[in-house]
């Protein structure tokens, strides 16, 4: 699904997100990451937030991201992880991916002070 009468983000847009959420955010992981870009997305307008019922308990995710936005989102995690800013587990109990932490302080660094 596309977005709806927006222009799509760029790799470099949602780069710059996902540097911003590993300054404050250190340790993380890779679904904590496409819940902030889905976040910004919605605050933005461009993708609607649904939530079902299941039973007792509710399910909230966004349904409207764009097939385009998700694969940019999975180029900048994996040049992220090529370059060694980020690297697998963020702890001795999350030691694999999905989890994360940053591995190069200084690279992330100069990553955010990128135009």
């Known amino acids: 699904m596309q977005h709806h009468n927006e222009i799509d983000l760029s790799k470099e847009d949602i780069l710059k997100m996902i540097v911003r959420h590993l300054s404050v955010f250190p340790l993380t992981s890779l679904g904590a990451i496409r819940e902030v870009i889905g ?3 919605k ?9 079902e019922h299941i039973g007792r308990s509710e399910a909230a995710y966004n349904r409207n991201i764009s097939e385009e936005d ?3 989102i999975n ?3 994996y040049d ?4 060694r800013i980020i690297m697998p587990g963020n702890n001795g109990d999350h030691l ?3 989890w994360i ?5 200084a690279k992330l660094k ?4 990128l135009p």
């Open 75 to 77: 180029d900048c995690i």
């Open 96 to 98: 694999d991916l999905p």
């Open 101 to 105: 932490h940053v591995s190069d302080q």
């Open 80 to 83: 992220l992880l090529d370059s």
């Open 110 to 113: 100069h990553m955010s002070i």
């Open 70 to 72: 998700i694969r940019l």
């Open 43 to 51: 605050q933005r307008g461009m993708i609607t937030g649904v939530t």
């Open 39 to 41: 976040s910004s997305l």
